[in-house]
């Protein structure tokens, strides 16, 4: 086989063998180029993207968890007590007279505030929040006296 290809080549004319050795060459290099070089480089592209994405995920992970902690870190000291004793203690001291006060299990309590100033009423709520008591609902009524109605279930933080 090899000396049936030597022979029809040494055949062909100077012209004619430039011409095969060049397409060959060229033949080659398409062939380096389609097989090796264009898969690598599609590889290594993708392999970039993967990386970027890992590091943007590594990144989001890395801000959840130092949220996670401070979350941890500002955890407010236990009530001290039951909620529902808490909350009346709290409120009382704020000045606000509860007028029903209901148990709603160990973790939840709901209280009803006949009349209260609107800005002190928030401000007392934000300061239970702080303290680790949450709001679960809050129905506020305008009683026409520049003062509000409050309907309010109280939940303790991590119940």
């Not at 389609?34 to 590889?43: E, K, N, Q, S, W």
């Not at 401070?70 to 001291?93: E, H, I």
């Not at 509860?98 to 401000?123: C, E, F, H, S, Y």
Request: charged share 20%.
């Amino acid at each position: 086989m090899i000396a049936a290809f030597n022979s029809w080549f040494t055949d062909r004319s100077l012209r004619e063998k430039r011409m095969l050795i060049v397409m060959a060459a060229l033949a080659a290099l398409t062939l380096v180029w389609a097989g090796i070089i264009r898969p690598v480089t599609d590889a290594l592209s993708s392999a970039r993207e993967r990386h970027a994405g890992a590091v943007l995920r590594v990144a989001e992970t890395e801000v959840r968890l130092a949220a996670l902690k401070s979350l941890q870190q500002d955890r407010p000291a236990p009530l001290g007590g039951s909620l529902d004793s808490v909350v009346r203690d709290r409120a009382n001291n704020a000045g606000f007279p509860l007028a029903n006060v209901v148990v709603q299990g160990a973790d939840r309590v709901q209280i009803t505030i006949t009349a209260a100033k609107p800005g002190p009423l928030l401000g007392w709520i934000a300061d239970l929040e702080l303290a680790g008591i949450l709001v679960d609902s809050l129905n506020l009524t305008n009683n026409g006296d520049q003062t509000v109605a409050a309907d309010i279930t109280l939940k303790a933080r991590g119940q």
